[in-house]
Structures are given as structure tokens and as C-alpha cells.
């Protein structure tokens, strides 16, 4: 590969769009040079249902990493989400061909194709083939079969599909902002590579991110992914429930949710008292916290229950011994992890993705991206797993143009108000 190459990720959400940018270099190392983050518009629980409002908000995350970074990109990797994401397991059987009976790339993919021969609606179309097993004449657990010899080859694989209609509208919106699509990657998988180790995979791990209008979730057994889940339920329904609790605007629901919420009350001082603004949005008053907090938990418990059953209904309890791995905003709550643990009934921790410990110095929005000076990393999960989907896959975008170093320099002085428009 050329001595440095340039990824650009996408991660199109409910609450927010973030673009990343990265440089590769000869050695694979990821540096992030340009991130943007801005407010969603035109989606709703993960589907687009404006494409100018959505390609709007793209083009003006995009152009924040740009001047950044002090590029222009031509293209993106682009996480997708929404209730219209279903999966299945599927198997696929072919004969080795040559005289030498060795696998061959071209196996492979006959192979693969085989497994995609699957019952598909008109509205659906595959989004991801992933590979889970290969058997060569009987002896399961490949993982690279090309080389081998035998004489019929099968894989198991899991296929993801989605609703033609919200697929092609996603590409629209970014086709409109000005970037091509490299490749769309499903939210959770691109999460997960962010944040579970390959001794966690390898053991059996269970993934939640959530979302603002969706959670997702993956479960890993022996490194291969085995089941992946939507769920219509996520963040923005927590804060939602705020603002009608506490009679609050939305907007004023989720800088509470993030500056004083909790996932359990048994973590708050009684007598702890907050500021409330009026749904007015001139006055405020005084509200109990603890009462804030009660508001959330009900909601943060649905979600966890919901995952539960999932796990339940396919068996990924017994599956998952190293347990569930929680991300995405709404797990920076305290307690949400003891929350999760108390009602799945599994070990919980809270993943959090590399490569973003320089965003501190560059981001600066007092509420939504630091609380207590602390960058909220889980935020960036699916950010940075699009970057090392598109590293692992040796997949890499064009050749970047220069921005005008005068663009550049402005951009930077600017730098502490960059995201004070977020609400």
C-alpha cells in the first residue's frame, strides 16, 4: 500500500452525524486528523425520512473534519441502523475445482455466493455476507481455508439484510452531501470492533450500543458472529421522558440526562437538588434529583429488558460467558452497567474505543462532548470501528485534496465554539 492513505467514516445516527477522519500509515496505525459532529436532522430511529435535511446535516459534519484535517475526501464508510435491519444464518456447499483439489480464492467466493441463496423480498436486499465457519470434507472451524486441499468446501455464514428503500435513501443523502460510499458496515459490527477485545470474541461476548433511536446488538461465540439484533428503543425515548416528567423542553431533557442522569437512584443523594427550566424556557425551578433519576431508570430498565428476552429467545445467555459489553451515549449513565448486570444476569462493562484520547484538546461543547473534562468515548464507538472496518478490509479512499491552509488556520481559531450550536 502507498506509504500513507486517508479513511473517512460515517456514523449517521438518530441525535447526531459524525464524520472521522484518518490517516493510514505504512505501518497501519490510525491517526485521527478531522472529526465533525453535528445535530441530526431528517432521520428518524435511524431511518432516513428527510434526504435534504439528512444530506444537510452530512455535509456540514463532513466539512467540520475537513477543516480539521485540512482535506478534502471524495468518500466514506457509512454506518447504518433502523428497524428495518433484519438477520439470518445461512450455509453454502460447493466442490473444490482443479486437478489439485486446493482451495482457491475462486472457491471462495463461489462459495459465498452460494450462501446468499437465501428467500429475499423485493423490498430487501443483503447488506453484509459475513463468513462465521468454513468446512473443508468435514473439518469445521476454518477460518482461511485458500491453500487447503479437499474436495468440497461449505461455509456458515450470517447475512444481513435491510429495506432496499432505507438503504438507497442512506446513499442518496450522502451522494447529496457531496461523498461517494465506500462501503455500508452495520452499526453494531463496526462498534464492535472498536470496543471487544479477540480473546472476548473468541469466548462468547454479547454487544449493546446505544443509540438515540435504535440499540443494537451482536453476539460473538468462537470469534464468529452468531446473532445481530435491532431494537426500536434507545436514548432519545430516555430523554423524551424526562421532558414530559419534568415538564421540561427536549432539548433542556437531554442536557439533564447527560449532566445529572443516572440509570439507578440508589446512587443519588436524597437531598441533592437540581435546576429545571420551564417549558417556558425563561424560568427554572428546583427539582429533586433523585426524582430525575426515577424518571430514567423505568426506561434504561426497559431497554435491558428487551435485550434480555433477545438473549433468551436465541439462546445467548449461555453462549456470552465473558459476559456484555455496553456502549453508545446512553451507557455513560452511572449505574448503567450495574443496572444491565442486575437484570441480564451477566457481567457488564462499559466499552469505550482508542484513538480518541486527542479529541479533549479539539472539542469543546460543555454539556453534549465533555462532562467533568472527561471526553465521552463511547460516543465515538462506531466512529472508529467504521475506520478499523475499512483498515482491516485494506479498504482505503482516493487520494485527499489540500484545503487552503488560510481556510485552515480560521477554522482552528474558531475551535471553542465548534460545537456550542450541537442543541
Excluded at 79 to 85: C, D, Y
Excluded at 103 to 114: C, G, L, N, Y
Excluded at 193 to 215: C, F, K, M, P, Y
Excluded at 325 to 347: E, R
Amino acid at each position: 500500500m502507498a506509504a500513507q492513505q486517508i479513511i473517512t467514516a460515517l456514523d449517521v445516527g438518530t441525535k447526531k452525524i459524525c464524520a472521522l477522519i484518518a490517516e493510514i500509515n505504512a505501518e497501519e496505525e490510525i491517526e485521527i486528523i478531522g472529526v465533525g459532529l453535528t445535530p441530526s436532522n431528517g432521520l428518524r430511529k435511524g431511518i432516513v425520512v428527510d434526504i435534504d435535511l439528512a444530506a444537510q446535516s452530512i455535509s456540514q459534519a463532513v466539512d467540520k473534519a475537513e477543516r480539521m484535517a485540512g482535506i478534502e475526501v471524495g468518500s466514506a464508510f457509512v454506518g447504518i441502523a433502523g428497524s428495518h435491519i433484519s438477520s439470518e444464518n445461512s450455509h453454502g456447499v460447493v466442490a473444490v475445482t482443479g486437478a489439485e483439489k486446493e482451495v482457491k480464492q475462486s472457491d471462495i467466493d463461489r462459495v459465498m455466493e452460494a450462501a446468499k441463496v437465501i428467500p429475499i423480498s423485493q423490498e430487501e436486499e443483503i447488506v453484509h455476507v459475513l463468513p462465521r465457519e468454513f468446512i473443508i470434507d468435514g473439518t469445521r472451524g476454518i477460518r482461511h481455508p485458500q491453500g487447503m486441499s479437499g474436495v468440497r468446501l461449505e461455509v456458515e455464514t450470517h447475512i444481513v439484510k435491510g429495506s432496499s428503500t432505507s438503504v438507497s435513501n442512506l446513499v442518496k443523502s450522502v451522494r447529496r452531501a457531496g461523498l461517494e460510499v465506500n462501503d455500508i458496515v452495520l452499526d453494531q459490527l463496526a462498534s464492535s470492533h472498536a470496543v471487544l477485545s479477540s480473546d472476548e470474541r473468541e469466548l462468547g461476548v454479547s454487544l449493546i450500543d446505544i443509540g438515540g433511536g435504535t440499540t443494537d446488538l451482536i453476539i460473538f461465540q468462537e470469534g464468529n458472529i452468531c446473532y445481530t439484533s435491532v431494537l426500536p428503543v434507545g436514548g432519545n425515548h430516555v430523554s423524551n421522558d424526562i421532558a414530559v416528567g419534568l415538564r421540561t423542553p427536549v432539548s433542556e431533557a437531554e442536557k439533564l440526562k447527560i449532566l445529572h442522569g443516572a440509570a439507578t437512584t440508589e446512587i443519588i443523594e436524597k437531598e441533592e437538588k437540581i435546576d429545571v427550566l420551564k417549558p417556558s424556557g425563561q424560568d427554572s425551578h428546583k427539582v429533586n434529583r433523585r426524582y430525575l433519576c426515577q424518571v430514567i431508570q423505568p426506561r434504561m430498565a426497559e431497554i435491558f429488558q428487551l435485550v434480555n428476552k433477545e438473549l433468551q429467545k436465541n439462546g445467548g445467555r449461555d453462549r456470552t460467558p465473558a459476559g456484555m459489553v455496553i456502549t453508545g451515549g446512553a451507557s455513560l449513565l452511572p449505574g448503567s452497567c450495574q443496572l444491565a448486570a442486575d437484570i441480564i444476569g451477566l457481567p457488564v462493562r462499559r466499552g469505550e474505543p482508542e484513538y480518541v484520547e486527542g479529541f479533549s484538546d479539539i472539542i469543546d461543547n460543555p454539556v453534549y462532548i465533555k462532562k467533568d473534562g472527561k471526553i465521552p468515548r463511547p460516543v465515538f464507538a462506531t466512529g472508529v470501528g467504521l475506520l478499523l472496518y475499512a483498515r482491516q478490509n485494506k479498504n482505503y479512499s482516493g487520494k485527499p485534496k489540500r484545503k487552503n491552509k488560510e481556510v485552515v488556520n480560521s477554522f482552528f481559531a474558531k475551535l471553542k465554539s465548534l460545537f456550542d450550536d450541537f442543541f
